[in-house]
C-alpha cells in the first residue's frame, strides 16, 4: 500500500497552512497550545471562522453542508490545526452524534440539527456511562417510557463530559428494561429541560469538565428519537467506534512529542543538555518510532475505511494513541523537574474572560498546563472503552482468541 501524499494533498497542506496565518488569532493559539482545558468563546468563534470558509464539517459528506474532502485531506487538516494551536472543534457534534444522525436520523433531525453543528449553534453533552454501567452498557438503569408524544426519562448518567457547557444530550435509555441490548434506544435531550440536575465532578487537576447528571421525570419529544426504538444498541457501536478513532490522536500525540522534544533541548541534566542525556535521548527515539507507527496505523485505517477486512481499527488506534499520549505526558513532567511541583491555575476558571494566568510564571514559560495535561491524560485509557476492553474487542473478533 503506497501512503504518499500527493501533490494535490501537499499543495492543500499549504492551503490550510496559509488559512490559518492568515485567519487563526495568535492569543487563541496561545491559549490552545497550554494542556489547560479548551475555551468554549475560542471554540465557539473558530468553528464560525472555519464555517465561514465552509470548513468546519471536515468529515461530513458535501450534501449536509461538509468538505467532502478525502480521509486523508482530513487528517492533514486536523494535523495542521494541532500543530498552529487552533482550538478543537465540537468533537461531540461533529465526529460522534452528527455522523449518527446523519446515518440514522430522520430527515427532520438532519434538518434541525445539521446547520446548527456545522456553526456552533448547538453544543452536546454524551450520556452514555452510568455507575453501573461504563465500559458495560448493555447493563445501564435509565429508562424511557412513551407517554403520548413524549418519552418520560429517568436515571443517572456519569463522567458527562462538559455537559454544563452543552445545549443538548445525547444519550442511551432503555426503552425495555426486561431485553439487555435490544432494549437501549438512543434519545436527544435539551440540557436545561424540567428535572434534570447536574452535579459537578471535579478532577484531579482542579479543572471542571466531568459532571455526573440526574434525570427526574424529563420529557423529550418523540421525534428526537434517533433512528427507531431498541436500535440504540447498534447506533451506539457505530458511534464508540468513532470515538475509538479519533482517541488515536495522531495530531496531538505529534504536537505533543513536538514540545517534549523542544523542552528537552531546552533543560539541563548532568552539565548538558536533557536530550543529549543517553537514557532520555534512548526514550525520546523509542516515543518517535512509536508515533511514526501510529501514523501509519491512522493512514491505513483512512485507506482501508469500511473495507478493512474485520481489523478493529478503532480499537487498535484507541489502544496505540491513549498509550502513547500517556507516555509522551510522562517525559514532559519529567523534563519540567521541580518546576512540575508548581500548580498553574487553570485559565477557564481562573480569568472568565479565558486570559492567561496573570502574575509571574514559576519556571519556564512553557510550563503552565503540562502538569494539568498530563493528570487530565491519564483518563485516555479509560474514556469511550477501556483499553482492557479493547483488548478483549481485539482478541475475540480479528485473533479470535
Known amino acids: ?78 494535523e495542521e490545526c494541532f500543530m498552529a494551536g487552533a482550538p478543537a472543534i465540537d468533537t461531540s457534534g461533529f465526529k460522534m452524534i452528527g455522523p449518527i444522525i446523519m446515518t440514522y436520523g430522520s430527515e427532520a433531525l438532519k434538518r434541525e440539527f445539521g446547520p446548527r453543528i456545522l456553526n456552533a449553534d448547538v453544543f452536546w453533552g454524551q450520556g452514555f456511562s452510568e ?18 408524544d413524549d418519552y418520560v426519562i429517568n436515571g443517572r448518567k456519569i463522567w458527562t463530559s462538559y455537559v454544563e457547557q452543552a445545549d443538548m444530550i445525547f444519550m442511551l435509555v432503555k426503552t425495555d428494561p426486561a431485553a439487555r441490548q435490544r432494549g437501549i434506544s438512543m434519545l436527544l435531550v435539551d440540557k436545561n429541560a424540567p428535572g434534570i440536575t447536574i452535579r459537578p465532578i471535579i478532577d484531579i487537576g482542579e479543572s471542571h469538565s466531568l459532571n455526573e447528571v440526574f434525570f427526574d421525570d424529563v420529557r423529550t419529544p418523540a421525534t428526537l428519537l434517533v433512528g427507531e426504538e431498541g436500535k440504540g444498541w447498534t447506533y451506539a457501536k457505530s458511534l464508540l467506534e468513532l470515538e475509538r478513532a479519533f482517541s488515536g490522536e495522531w495530531p496531538r500525540n505529534k504536537r505533543n512529542l513536538e514540545q517534549l522534544r523542544a523542552m528537552a533541548c531546552r533543560e539541563r541534566a548532568g552539565g548538558g543538555r536533557l536530550i543529549d542525556s543517553p537514557g532520555f535521548a534512548e526514550r525520546l527515539a523509542a516515543l518517535e518510532v512509536e508515533l511514526q507507527g501510529l501514523e501509519w496505523l491512522t493512514l491505513r485505517a483512512l485507506y482501508e475505511k469500511g473495507s478493512n477486512g474485520g481489523l478493529p481499527v478503532g480499537s487498535l488506534l484507541k489502544i496505540r494513541g491513549s498509550e502513547l499520549l500517556q507516555r509522551i505526558g510522562e517525559m514532559q513532567v519529567e523534563a519540567l523537574g521541580d518546576h ?21 510564571v514559576l519556571g519556564p514559560e512553557y510550563a503552565p498546563g503540562v502538569v494539568t495535561d498530563y493528570m487530565y491524560r491519564r483518563a485516555t485509557t479509560i474514556y469511550g472503552g477501556a483499553n482492557e476492553v479493547q483488548r478483549t474487542i481485539v482478541a475475540r473478533t480479528y485473533l479470535e482468541l
Open 1 to 78: 500500500m503506497n501512503f504518499e501524499i500527493e501533490p494535490a494533498d501537499q499543495a492543500f497542506r499549504e492551503e490550510v497552512r496559509a488559512f490559518l496565518r492568515e485567519h487563526l488569532p495568535p492569543e487563541m493559539a496561545e491559549r490552545t497550545r497550554r494542556g489547560f482545558h479548551f475555551v468554549r468563546e475560542d471554540q465557539v468563534a473558530w468553528t464560525r471562522i472555519l464555517n465561514k470558509r465552509g470548513w468546519s464539517g471536515q468529515n461530513w459528506p458535501r450534501e449536509w453542508g461538509g468538505t467532502g474532502w478525502s480521509p486523508v485531506r482530513q487528517l492533514i487538516f486536523d
Open 131 to 148: 455507575p453501573n454501567a461504563g465500559s458495560d452498557l448493555a447493563s445501564l438503569g435509565t429508562t424511557a417510557v412513551r407517554d403520548g
Open 340 to 360: 512540575a511541583m508548581y500548580f498553574y491555575a487553570d485559565p477557564c476558571h481562573a480569568a472568565p474572560e479565558g486570559a492567561l494566568p496573570a502574575g509571574p
